[in-house]
């Protein structure tokens, strides 16, 4: 459904784990980026992507853990001129809106060196491009539910999905439809309370599981 604009705000992160690539003259400039949603899990993803490129020039560390006014920053230029690497880079990562977010910038150098305002525009655009692949979710509680129903009801059924702005992780066509749905919390019951008085209280809902820090797609 949709959502009143004095609610709080969409806490926006990143949807899944990307890689994107640019070159700028003879360097090489791999951008690895992801969610995380705590200190450890940022610095546990720092150090894979380090020990994955450990023949690389830099690997430079940018993340943003939080929301709003709750947020811990960190970057590192990893060996690059002060100023030239990570802070760019978290600047152009925080300009995104997004939260609990980590990205980590890998240099191979070409051999040709780029300057001060050369490294700040290689590294700018390397998380700025990589923002531009990545699909946005939002961190949310949500509930997951279950539900079996005739296959003439299919067809309605997915209509409630798409009205209550349900994820639909699977389906099964047996004997009958079998589906695990995802909703915002309070977006359940209503999508539960629909369904009985559809089917005139003969199916229900079945939760499933709930989960407070949930990655929810943002639909299109």
Known sequence: MSKDSTETPRRIIPAKAIEHEIKVVNSQFITNMKPAFSIDEAREFVKEIKEKYKDASHNVPVFIIG????ITEHCSDDGEPEGTAGRPALAVLKGSGMGDVVAVIT????????????????YSDSIRQTLTHMPRAEKIATQTVGLTIPYNGYERVKLFIEEYEGNLLEEDFGADVSLIIQFRSEDTQAFSDTIKNFFRGQIETVLLEENENSIFPISA
């Open 67 to 70: 929301h709003g006014a709750s």
């Open 107 to 122: 240099r191979y150098f070409g051999g040709t060196k780029l300057g001060t305002g050369g490294l700040v525009r290689a």
